[in-house]
C-alpha cells in the first residue's frame, strides 16, 4: 500500500447509493412542507376576509370661523448698495535709460542752435524792416496819389467856378433889368420900426415881363404885399439862344426894407 502512495496517485471516492437517497428524501419533504404551508395561507386569509362585518361610514363636520385681516406690512425699502470706487491702476512704466552724451558733441550742438536761432532773427528782423519800407512807400504813393486828385478837384472847381460866372455874366447881359421900381415901405413897419429883407422869386418872359412872382425864403408879412407888386412892374431885355427870345426861370431879387 505505501508503494502506491509513492508511485501512483489516488482514484476518486464513489458516493454510497444510500446516502443519495437520503439526500433526495429531505428534498422531497422540505418541498411538500412549502407547498402545504402556502396553501393553508390561502385558505385562512379568504376565511378571515369572509367573516369581516362591512365598515360604518364616518361623518366628518367642518365649522367656517372668519379672522380679522391682517394689515398687509409693506416690503422694506432696499438699502442702497455701497459704492466702490476702483482703485486708481498705475501703470508701471519702464525706466527710460538716458545714453552717455559727450560734452564736447552737446556743447557743438547747442552752439548750432544758437546760430540757427540767430539767423532766423536776423530773417525776422530783415522782414519787419522790409514791410516797414514797403508800408512807408505806399503811404507816400498814398499821399501823393491825394494830393494830384485834390490838385484835380481844384482845377476842375476853378473851371467849373469860372464856367459859371462866365454863363452868369453871358445870362445878365442877355436879361438885363431894363427898369426896376422900388417898392412903397408899409406905414405900419414904419410906425412900428420893422426892418428886413424879402426875396422875390419869378421868371422872365421872352418880351421881358417878370411871371409869376412869389416870396422865398424868410419874410415878415408887412413887406410880401409891396415886394410881389414892385417885382411884377420889372422889365428886362429878353435872353436870346440862337437868335430866339426864351423864357428865364428862377430869377431872383431880393428888397431891403430899412428905415434912414
Known sequence: ??????????????????????????????SVALHSAVVAFLVLGWSMEQSLPEPVPSTLK???????????????????LPVVTPAPVVEARPEVVKPKVDPQIQARKLEQAALARKRVEEQKQAQVEQQKAAQQRAEQVEAQRQQAVAEQARVAAADNARRAQQAAAADVRQYLP??????????RALDKGIQG????????????????????????????RPSLVAAATFRYQPRMVDGQAVTVPGVRNTFHYKIQ
Open 1 to 30: 500500500m505505501s508503494a502506491a502512495l509513492m508511485h501512483g496517485e489516488l482514484a476518486p471516492a464513489q458516493p454510497l447509493p444510500w446516502s443519495r437517497m437520503w439526500h433526495n428524501s429531505q428534498a422531497l419533504v422540505v
Open 62 to 80: 367642518t365649522r367656517l370661523v372668519m379672522l380679522p385681516a391682517e394689515p398687509v406690512m409693506a416690503p422694506p425699502a432696499p438699502e442702497p
Open 178 to 187: 431894363i427898369s426896376k421900381q422900388a417898392p412903397d415901405y408899409p406905414q
Open 197 to 224: 429883407d424879402c426875396t422875390v422869386e419869378y421868371s422872365v418872359t421872352p418880351q421881358g415881363k417878370v411871371d409869376n412872382p412869389k416870396v422865398v425864403g424868410n419874410c415878415h408879412p408887412a413887406f410880401i
